[in-house]
Protein backbone atom coordinates (compact mmCIF):
# COMPACT_ATOMS: atom_id res chain seq x y z
CA UNK A 1 0.00 0.00 0.00
CA UNK A 2 0.55 3.85 0.20
CA UNK A 3 3.62 5.13 2.42
CA UNK A 4 5.42 8.11 3.56
CA UNK A 5 8.78 8.12 5.49
CA UNK A 6 10.48 11.08 6.84
CA UNK A 7 13.69 12.57 8.47
CA UNK A 8 13.82 10.41 11.40
CA UNK A 9 12.94 11.60 14.74
CA UNK A 10 14.55 15.28 16.01
CA UNK A 11 16.55 17.57 14.04
CA UNK A 12 17.81 20.19 16.46
CA UNK A 13 19.53 23.54 14.68
CA UNK A 14 20.66 26.98 15.45
CA UNK A 15 18.64 30.04 14.58
CA UNK A 16 19.57 31.11 11.17
CA UNK A 17 20.79 28.18 9.83
CA UNK A 18 18.71 26.34 6.66
CA UNK A 19 16.11 23.92 7.13
CA UNK A 20 15.60 20.40 5.22
CA UNK A 21 13.29 17.95 6.35
CA UNK A 22 13.14 14.74 3.74
CA UNK A 23 10.33 13.25 2.40
CA UNK A 24 9.43 9.97 0.35
CA UNK A 25 6.91 8.11 -0.53
CA UNK A 26 5.55 5.31 -2.12
CA UNK A 27 2.77 4.84 -4.50
CA UNK A 28 1.35 2.77 -7.23
CA UNK A 29 -0.47 5.77 -8.95
CA UNK A 30 1.13 7.81 -11.34
CA UNK A 31 -0.20 11.68 -10.07
CA UNK A 32 0.01 11.52 -5.90
CA UNK A 33 -0.93 14.50 -3.63
CA UNK A 34 1.74 15.29 -1.04
CA UNK A 35 1.00 17.64 1.56
CA UNK A 36 2.99 19.20 4.70
CA UNK A 37 1.56 19.66 7.75
CA UNK A 38 2.99 21.57 10.97
CA UNK A 39 1.51 20.69 14.70
CA UNK A 40 3.24 23.73 17.04
CA UNK A 41 2.89 22.08 20.80
CA UNK A 42 -0.83 21.98 22.00
CA UNK A 43 -2.28 22.55 18.86
CA UNK A 44 -3.84 20.57 16.00
CA UNK A 45 -2.15 20.38 12.76
CA UNK A 46 -2.66 22.77 10.09
CA UNK A 47 -2.03 22.76 6.37
CA UNK A 48 1.97 24.20 5.61
CA UNK A 49 1.90 23.39 1.77
CA UNK A 50 1.22 21.06 -0.98
CA UNK A 51 1.98 20.04 -4.30
CA UNK A 52 0.36 17.75 -7.00
CA UNK A 53 2.81 19.03 -10.15
CA UNK A 54 6.18 17.35 -10.93
CA UNK A 55 9.11 19.46 -10.60
CA UNK A 56 7.14 22.78 -9.60
CA UNK A 57 8.17 24.56 -6.07
CA UNK A 58 5.57 25.44 -3.85
CA UNK A 59 6.24 28.25 -1.67
CA UNK A 60 4.19 29.51 2.00
CA UNK A 61 5.56 31.32 4.68
CA UNK A 62 9.31 30.98 3.97
CA UNK A 63 9.26 27.51 3.35
CA UNK A 64 9.55 25.35 0.01
CA UNK A 65 8.98 21.93 -1.43
CA UNK A 66 8.83 20.64 -4.96
CA UNK A 67 7.53 17.18 -5.86
CA UNK A 68 10.07 15.33 -7.84
CA UNK A 69 8.58 12.37 -8.95
CA UNK A 70 11.35 10.62 -10.28
CA UNK A 71 12.62 10.28 -7.12
CA UNK A 72 9.04 10.18 -5.01
CA UNK A 73 10.36 12.91 -2.56
CA UNK A 74 8.96 16.12 -1.65
CA UNK A 75 11.69 17.75 0.85
CA UNK A 76 10.16 20.92 3.01
CA UNK A 77 13.13 23.25 3.10
CA UNK A 78 13.79 27.07 4.71
CA UNK A 79 16.73 29.18 4.07
CA UNK A 80 16.67 30.84 7.49
CA UNK A 81 15.27 28.99 10.60
CA UNK A 82 13.35 30.82 13.29
CA UNK A 83 12.57 29.83 16.65
CA UNK A 84 9.00 30.09 16.32
CA UNK A 85 9.55 27.07 13.64
CA UNK A 86 9.81 24.59 16.70
CA UNK A 87 7.24 22.17 15.78
CA UNK A 88 6.29 18.77 14.49
CA UNK A 89 6.36 18.33 10.72
CA UNK A 90 4.58 15.72 9.12
CA UNK A 91 4.31 14.85 4.97
CA UNK A 92 1.31 13.05 3.74
CA UNK A 93 -0.10 11.49 0.76
CA UNK A 94 -4.00 11.61 -0.05
CA UNK A 95 -5.23 8.67 -1.13
CA UNK A 96 -7.49 9.75 -3.85
CA UNK A 97 -9.06 6.95 -4.68
CA UNK A 98 -10.10 6.16 -0.50
CA UNK A 99 -12.02 9.80 0.15
CA UNK A 100 -8.94 11.75 0.14
CA UNK A 101 -7.46 10.43 3.31
CA UNK A 102 -3.96 11.04 4.46
CA UNK A 103 -1.29 8.56 4.80
CA UNK A 104 1.16 10.62 6.83
CA UNK A 105 4.84 10.05 7.31
CA UNK A 106 5.96 8.86 10.98
CA UNK A 107 6.53 12.98 11.56
CA UNK A 108 10.21 14.84 12.41
CA UNK A 109 10.57 17.47 15.45
CA UNK A 110 12.03 20.40 14.57
CA UNK A 111 13.61 22.27 17.54
CA UNK A 112 15.39 25.64 16.56
CA UNK A 113 17.76 26.72 19.33
CA UNK A 114 18.97 30.54 19.49
CA UNK B 1 -17.16 30.97 13.82
CA UNK B 2 -16.34 28.39 11.61
CA UNK B 3 -14.02 25.46 12.58
CA UNK B 4 -14.07 22.14 13.37
CA UNK B 5 -15.14 21.40 17.21
CA UNK B 6 -14.51 18.54 19.22
CA UNK B 7 -16.33 16.99 22.54
CA UNK B 8 -14.89 16.61 25.40
CA UNK B 9 -10.93 17.76 25.39
CA UNK B 10 -9.67 15.24 27.79
CA UNK B 11 -11.52 11.68 29.21
CA UNK B 12 -10.47 9.10 31.76
CA UNK B 13 -11.65 6.05 31.54
CA UNK B 14 -10.91 2.30 33.11
CA UNK B 15 -10.37 -0.80 31.20
CA UNK B 16 -13.59 -2.09 29.37
CA UNK B 17 -15.89 0.95 29.60
CA UNK B 18 -17.43 2.64 26.61
CA UNK B 19 -16.80 6.05 25.50
CA UNK B 20 -17.94 8.75 22.69
CA UNK B 21 -16.31 11.46 21.50
CA UNK B 22 -18.15 14.21 19.41
CA UNK B 23 -17.41 15.85 16.50
CA UNK B 24 -19.04 18.58 14.77
CA UNK B 25 -17.92 20.99 11.55
CA UNK B 26 -19.29 24.55 10.88
CA UNK B 27 -17.42 24.99 7.32
CA UNK B 28 -19.43 23.14 4.89
CA UNK B 29 -17.63 20.21 4.18
CA UNK B 30 -18.55 17.24 2.85
CA UNK B 31 -16.27 14.71 4.33
CA UNK B 32 -14.96 13.93 7.86
CA UNK B 33 -12.27 11.63 9.07
CA UNK B 34 -11.06 10.81 12.52
CA UNK B 35 -7.46 9.97 12.82
CA UNK B 36 -5.48 8.33 16.00
CA UNK B 37 -2.41 10.33 17.32
CA UNK B 38 -0.22 8.31 19.92
CA UNK B 39 1.88 8.29 22.48
CA UNK B 40 4.64 8.56 19.80
CA UNK B 41 2.94 11.04 17.70
CA UNK B 42 2.42 8.73 14.74
CA UNK B 43 -1.15 9.72 12.99
CA UNK B 44 -3.36 7.48 11.61
CA UNK B 45 -6.27 7.26 9.31
CA UNK B 46 -9.10 5.51 11.17
CA UNK B 47 -12.57 6.50 9.57
CA UNK B 48 -13.30 8.83 6.55
CA UNK B 49 -16.99 9.26 5.84
CA UNK B 50 -19.09 11.51 3.30
CA UNK B 51 -22.73 11.72 3.08
CA UNK B 52 -22.65 8.68 0.75
CA UNK B 53 -20.31 6.16 1.73
CA UNK B 54 -18.30 5.25 5.01
CA UNK B 55 -14.39 3.92 4.75
CA UNK B 56 -13.31 2.27 7.58
CA UNK B 57 -9.34 1.64 7.64
CA UNK B 58 -8.56 -2.37 7.97
CA UNK B 59 -6.17 -1.98 11.08
CA UNK B 60 -8.78 0.09 13.41
CA UNK B 61 -10.10 -3.05 15.73
CA UNK B 62 -13.77 -3.67 16.05
CA UNK B 63 -14.62 -2.10 18.99
CA UNK B 64 -14.38 1.20 16.82
CA UNK B 65 -17.31 2.64 15.16
CA UNK B 66 -18.31 6.20 14.11
CA UNK B 67 -21.38 7.79 13.97
CA UNK B 68 -22.47 9.94 11.73
CA UNK B 69 -25.95 12.08 12.02
CA UNK B 70 -25.84 14.30 9.33
CA UNK B 71 -22.43 15.89 6.78
CA UNK B 72 -21.63 18.17 9.78
CA UNK B 73 -21.51 15.63 12.72
CA UNK B 74 -19.18 12.65 12.71
CA UNK B 75 -19.11 10.98 16.54
CA UNK B 76 -16.55 8.18 17.47
CA UNK B 77 -17.67 5.35 20.19
CA UNK B 78 -15.36 2.75 21.86
CA UNK B 79 -17.92 0.22 22.90
CA UNK B 80 -15.17 -1.43 25.53
CA UNK B 81 -11.54 0.49 25.43
CA UNK B 82 -8.66 -0.92 26.33
CA UNK B 83 -5.01 0.37 27.05
CA UNK B 84 -3.64 0.74 23.96
CA UNK B 85 -6.29 3.36 23.04
CA UNK B 86 -4.94 5.95 24.89
CA UNK B 87 -3.88 8.56 22.33
CA UNK B 88 -5.39 11.79 20.81
CA UNK B 89 -8.11 11.30 18.30
CA UNK B 90 -7.81 14.10 16.04
CA UNK B 91 -11.42 14.74 13.84
CA UNK B 92 -10.51 16.70 10.53
CA UNK B 93 -13.02 17.54 7.54
CA UNK B 94 -12.73 18.70 4.15
CA UNK B 95 -14.53 19.86 1.26
CA UNK B 96 -13.74 19.61 -2.54
CA UNK B 97 -11.60 17.61 -3.85
CA UNK B 98 -8.97 14.87 -2.70
CA UNK B 99 -6.50 17.65 -3.09
CA UNK B 100 -8.13 20.06 -0.63
CA UNK B 101 -6.76 21.01 2.40
CA UNK B 102 -8.13 19.22 5.40
CA UNK B 103 -9.07 21.02 8.66
CA UNK B 104 -8.44 19.59 12.16
CA UNK B 105 -10.63 19.92 15.06
CA UNK B 106 -8.37 20.43 18.60
CA UNK B 107 -8.64 16.57 19.52
CA UNK B 108 -9.86 14.46 22.41
CA UNK B 109 -7.26 13.05 24.58
CA UNK B 110 -8.24 9.96 26.00
CA UNK B 111 -6.83 7.92 28.90
CA UNK B 112 -7.26 4.37 29.99
CA UNK B 113 -5.95 3.45 33.32
Known amino acids: GDSVTQTEGLVTLTEGLPVMLNCTYQTIYSNPFLFWYVQHLNESPRLLLK?????KRTEHQGFHATLHKSSSSFHLQKSSAQLSDSALYYCALSDRYNQGKLIFGQGTKLSIKP | ETAVFQTPNYHVTQVGNEVSFNCKQT?????MYWYKQDSKKLLKIMFS???????VNETVPRRFSPQSSDKAHLNLRIKSVEPEDSAVYLCASRHGGVNAEQFFGPGTRLTVL
Open chain 2, 49 to 55: YNNKQLI
Open chain 2, 27 to 31: LGHDT
Open chain 1, 51 to 55: SFTDN
